[in-house]
Structures are given as C-alpha cells and as structure tokens.
C-alpha cells in the first residue's frame, strides 16, 4: 500500500473512531447528563397520599415554602435554606433584598395558600381551615416560621382543639 | 585546535525530558496548592500558564542566546537557573512567590532545551535523528509529567516536586560543563553562525492549536477527577496515565502510518474526537474517561511528532526552528488554559448553584422527618459557605447520621440522590470547556490543510 493510501486510510480511521466515541455517548445520554431543573414555585404541585398527619404536614410544609417562594420571586429551595437559621435568613435577605415585613407577608401567604391546598386535597376540613386561614394571616414572623419548620404541630393541635367542635358543627350542618 | 567533547545522549534527552515534563507536572498538584495556597481555581490555574507562557515568549530569543554564547554554556547555565528557581517554587509561601519562580523556571528551562537541540546533532550523528531524539524526549517527560506530579504530590508534598526538580537539573548539568569549558576556551561557535530560515508558520500554527486543545484535556480532566469525583491525587494519575499510554502506541504507528501532514489529520481529528467524548460523558464513571484518553493520547503522539518533524526537518539552525516549535506549543497550552480557565470556573459557580437547588429539591421531596429536612438544608448550607467557588463536596453534611435505623436508611439514601446530582453538575460544569477544546483540535485542521497547499 502506498503512503498516500496509508494516510487516507489512517485519516479515515480517525474520523470512525471519534465519530463513533461521540454517537456513542450522545445515545447513553451524555447531552442529557445535568442535575435536575427544579420547579417553579409558583405552579401548583400535586399533594401525594395525604394521608396521615405526618404526610400532610410534610405536603402543608412544602406547599407553604412554594407559596412564600413564589411571592418572593424565589425558588422554594433557596428560601428552605434561607429558613434554616438566622443566620442564612440575614444572608438571604441581604442578598435579596428583602426586610422581615416583606418576608413575614410572604409567609403568611405561603401559609394560607398551604391550608387552600390542604383543603382542596381533602386533607383538610373546611370547618378547620377558615378559623386556620384567618389565624395564620395574622402570627408574627417568627411564629410563622416555626410552623413552616414544624407544620406537625400546628396540625396536630388545631385538630385536638377543634377535633370535638368539627364532629358537632358536621352533625348540625346539613 | 582540539574537537569539541560530546555529551552522551541519556543527560541531554533527560534534560530535555525533565523541562518539558515541567509545562504539565504540577497539574494534579493544582487543587492542593490552591487549597493549601487559599486561592481560586482562575488564580492556581497561572502557575501552568506562567510557565508555559514566558517558554512561549522566551524559546527563540533563548535559542538565539544558545548560539551566540555556545550551547553547551548555555544549557549548563539554563539548567542552573532551572534548578534555582525550582528551589525556590519548593519553598514559596504566596501564590505570587511560586508563579513568580515558575517564570524563571521557565526562563531556564528554554535556554536548556533549544540549546541541547544545539548539541544533540553532534552526539547521534544527525539532525533527522537530533530531532527525533529531542521530540520523544519532550513528549515523553510532557506525558509523564501528570502522573509522576500526581505521586509526589500525595505521597509527600506539592513542594517535593519542584525540590525534587533541582538535584536533577544540576545532575543533568554536570555532564555538559566540559562543553562549557571548552567553547569558553575556543569560542568556536560565533563564527559558526549560520543565517536563520524563517519558521514553518503553518505547522506552528497548528502546534499552538493542537496544543491548547491537548493541554486543555489533561488540565480539565484532572480538575474534573479530584475536583468533580472527588478522586486523590494517585487515583487521578492512575487514571490520566490512560493518556500517556495511548501515546506509546500511537509514537508506534510513526511514519509508516502516512504521509506527516495525514498523521497530523490523524491526530488532530483524533485529539478533538476523545475530547468531544469527554465533553459527552453520559455518567460519573472513572471508566468512561479511558476511551476519550484513549482517542487523545494517540491523536497527540501522531500530531505532535509529524508537526514538529515539519517544522524541524530541512531547516536550519536546529536551535531556533526547535525554539519556534517549543514556543508555539507553549503558547497553545497557555492560550488554552487562559480561553478556558473563565469558561469553566463560570460554568462550576452555575453548575453549583443549579446542583445545590436540585439537591434541596431532593431533600425537600424526601420522605425524612421535616424537621430532620430543614436541619440537613442548614448543614448544606454551611457546607456551600466552606466551599465558595469550588465544586462542593456535600457528604459531610449529612453526619452524623441519625440513630433512628428508618431514619438513617431515608438520610442515606438522600444523600446518594443528592451526590448523583453533585455528580451531574461537577460533570456538566466542564462539559462546554471539553467541547471548546474540541473545537480548537479540529482548528487545528485549517494550518494542515493550508500547509498541504503552500507545500505543494
């Protein structure tokens, strides 16, 4: 074989092997290898089997965390994290620039928009979630993060106080 | 007047081996002087580019240098400095102190290697086999470089590998101060001055090319190993020794392979094919790097020699074309890293962020206590505040594990789902910089094709 032939045949050679190294891993999904994009928090997202306290206080949460994001033009991960401490909170509102008036408004809406959610998941009892509604547009903001941090116990003692009262208003009303 | 004595072959080709392995040997050290220096990634990435950008600017004044003051005087003097200043990167407490060493060390490095190309056709008998000696040396201490940098820097120090530079040096000196005396007594090499042909631009030019995009696929793929998979030091020289083995086999297909302007096609296409395979790697799997290495190693053992043999061969003196080739691909791996070094640190500081929200997501999504959530997002937050502007290591923030079993099965499992997300981001975050180095290979086709027709 002669040299000009070798050549071609050697360049050949390396066009197949990138172009087959390249198919390759684009049909194993190299282009498609990215962490996942999150979700606006402003969509509504679907409650998964609220059933039990301690589902529907993990769905109250989440929601309540989507809501509050979503007035603040935020994802609901960077505003979990903001919530973590005071610290984080001081850094998130820095680097936002959003004062504890702004962020308290928006966590009382996350909040309610949590028990509409509820409700509307039938997780909720109407009779239970209007007296919650009107409570909850009114807690300071400090309270208002203790529940987003521990929705539980919110749930827990809104039903043994208004547990007896929601069997006797369900037996009157028709 | 008495014949000139001759160096034996072994300290010129390790001297040469020994400077060239210096453009590349520090590159796993990277994240642990940038650590242990408490810099950036764009910072440390200066001690590769200072090196390899004042060899660029230094080699042909140096070869000039070389002739005028005698070779053997000049490699002598060239290693020296070579040794001083490795001394000196040994000991340097500031990031500024070790590229400013790096600079000199570059400085006699390039005196060293053009004016052994200077010697060299004296001791094997001809340039043809100057030139080959040289080129193999060169890419032989380029290729090991990483690995043996790799070792030393885990095994001892970072600082051990510069320290260990200069006994070395000096031990490759000692043979070539005979040369030295003897052209101080006769100063035979002034009149032998011949006129100096102009450079082979297009293969140059194709050397800087093919340069930055090989230089980019050592120095990404061993950020990507320690920085990304979170690999040490030896793992990562293990797995980037793939690179240099791959060149052994391609240096074996030599000019039997082809005409040198096909090899250079060859393993330029080659060298932009393995790394369009890393910018594509579908997971975070050492295994998937080996065939990538594989295309690049043997695409740059067939580029770099046929580029280098075009540039060399028929022109004369030896000194200043070997000093133009030694520019050009210096200059490639500096322009490389200075293109790339603000595209990948960018796309690490996106690819966190994105990475970060996604693995809060899992969190968030997770089935553990909500109180339990909240805690772990603060411990990821602190980890991201320790790790500003590096690809985040995370699994610390899950300890210590809770006690409860169920508990610690569901934290366990968060956090493989969230390492996977690290995992995606760290890989993606040097995709585009792997696909722009591609793209710089296959440039390197335009000064082939060009050369072809000026040839002809």
Redesign the interface.
């Known amino acids: 074989m002669s040299?000009?032939a070798?050549?071609?045949?050697?360049?050949g050679?390396?066009?197949a092997?990138?172009?087959a190294?390249?198919l390759a891993?684009?049909a194993?999904?190299?282009?498609s290898?990215?962490?996942?994009?999150?979700?606006d928090p402003c969509q509504p997202r679907a409650w998964r089997n609220p059933e039990g306290l301690?589902e529907i206080?993990?769905q109250f949460?989440?929601s309540a965390?989507d809501g509050a994001a979503c007035q603040l033009g935020v994802?609901?991960?960077?505003l979990?994290?903001a919530?973590?401490?005071p610290r984080?909170r001081e850094r998130f509102a820095k680097r936002y620039g959003i004062d504890d008036a702004e962020l308290a408004r928006a966590i009382r809406g996350g909040l309610v928009r949590a028990v509409d959610d509820a409700e509307r998941a039938g997780a909720l009892s109407p009779l239970l979630a209007a007296p919650l509604r009107a409570t909850l547009r009114r807690i300071p903001l400090e309270q208002a993060i203790e529940i987003v941090?521990?929705?539980?116990s919110l749930l827990d003692n809104a039903q043994t106080f208004l547990g007896p009262a929601q069997g006797l208003l369900e037996q009157i009303l028709p | 007047m008495s014949a000139p004595p001759r160096p034996r072959i072994a300290p010129l080709a390790f001297a040469v081996g020994l400077v060239l392995a210096d453009s590349s040997i520090v590159v796993l050290a990277l994240p642990q002087i940038y650590r242990e220096l408490d810099t950036s990634v764009a910072g440390v990435t200066w001690v590769l580019v200072s090196f390899n950008l004042v060899m660029a600017l230094a080699a042909v004044p140096a070869a000039h240098l070389a002739r005028r003051t005698g070779p053997g005087r000049a490699a002598a003097v060239g290693l020296a400095i070579f040794a001083g200043a490795g001394i000196a990167c040994g000991l340097a407490a500031e990031l500024s102190t070790l590229i400013a060493a790096r600079c000199l060390q570059a400085l006699g490095g390039a005196l060293a290697i053009t004016a052994v190309l200077e010697l060299l056709p004296a001791t094997v008998g001809s340039e043809r086999r100057a030139v080959a000696v040289w080129a193999t040396a060169g890419a032989t201490g380029a290729a090991l470089g990483p690995a043996v940098g790799g070792l030393l820097t885990e095994l001892v120090s970072w600082q051990s590998i510069f320290l260990l530079q200069a006994p070395l040096a000096i031990a490759a000196g000692i043979p070539l101060l005979a040369v030295a005396r003897h052209e101080a007594a006769t100063g035979v090499l002034a009149a032998e001055l011949r006129r100096t042909g102009r450079p082979h631009l297009w293969a140059n030019l194709a050397l800087t090319l093919v340069s930055s995009a090989i230089a980019a696929a050592l120095f990404l793929l061993v950020l990507l190993l320690i920085e990304g998979w979170r690999l040490s030091p030896i793992g990562a020289a293990i797995v980037v020794t793939a690179m240099p083995l791959a060149a052994l086999l391609g240096a074996r297909?030599g000019p039997?392979?082809?005409?040198a302007?096909?090899?250079a096609?060859?393993?330029a296409?080659?060298v932009?094919?393995?790394l369009?395979?890393l910018?594509?790697?579908?997971?975070a799997e050492v295994a998937?790097t080996l065939?990538?290495q594989l295309?690049v190693g043997v695409?740059l053992a067939?580029v770099l020699s046929a580029l280098t043999e075009t540039a060399l061969l028929g022109r004369a003196p030896q000194a200043i074309h070997g000093g133009w080739t030694i520019s050009a691909r210096h200059a490639g791996v500096a322009v490389g890293l200075i293109l790339l070094t603000p595209l990948f640190t960018a796309e690490i500081a996106e690819?966190r962020h994105?990475?970060?929200?996604?693995?809060?997501?899992v969190?968030?999504?997770s089935?553990v206590?909500?109180?339990l959530?909240?805690?772990l997002?603060?411990r990821?937050?602190e980890r991201l505040e320790g790790e500003r502007g590096k690809v985040p290591t995370i699994g610390p923030a899950f300890e210590p594990l809770p006690e409860d079993p169920e508990d610690r099965a569901d934290v366990l499992q968060l956090r493989e789902e969230l390492q996977d997300?690290?995992d995606?981001?760290a890989?993606?975050a040097f995709s585009s910089s792997f696909g722009l180095a591609a793209l710089l290979g296959l440039l390197a086709l335009v000064p082939i094709g060009l050369a072809r027709r000026v040839e002809l």
């Open positions: 040299v000009e070798r050549g071609k045949l050697l360049v050679a390396a066009i092997a990138s172009l190294l390249v891993y684009l194993a999904g190299g282009s290898y990215t962490p996942e994009k999150i979700q301690q206080a993990q949460t989440l965390l994802s609901r991960e960077t979990a994290r919530l973590a401490t984080s941090r521990d929705a539980k | 297909l039997r392979a082809g005409s302007r096909a090899r096609a060859a393993g296409i080659l932009a094919g393995g369009g395979g910018a594509l790697l579908p997971a998937l065939l990538p295309l695409g067939l690819q994105d990475a970060i929200d996604a693995g809060t997501a969190v968030l999504d089935q206590d909500p109180l959530k909240l805690e997002s603060q990821i937050e997300q690290l995606r981001a890989t993606h």
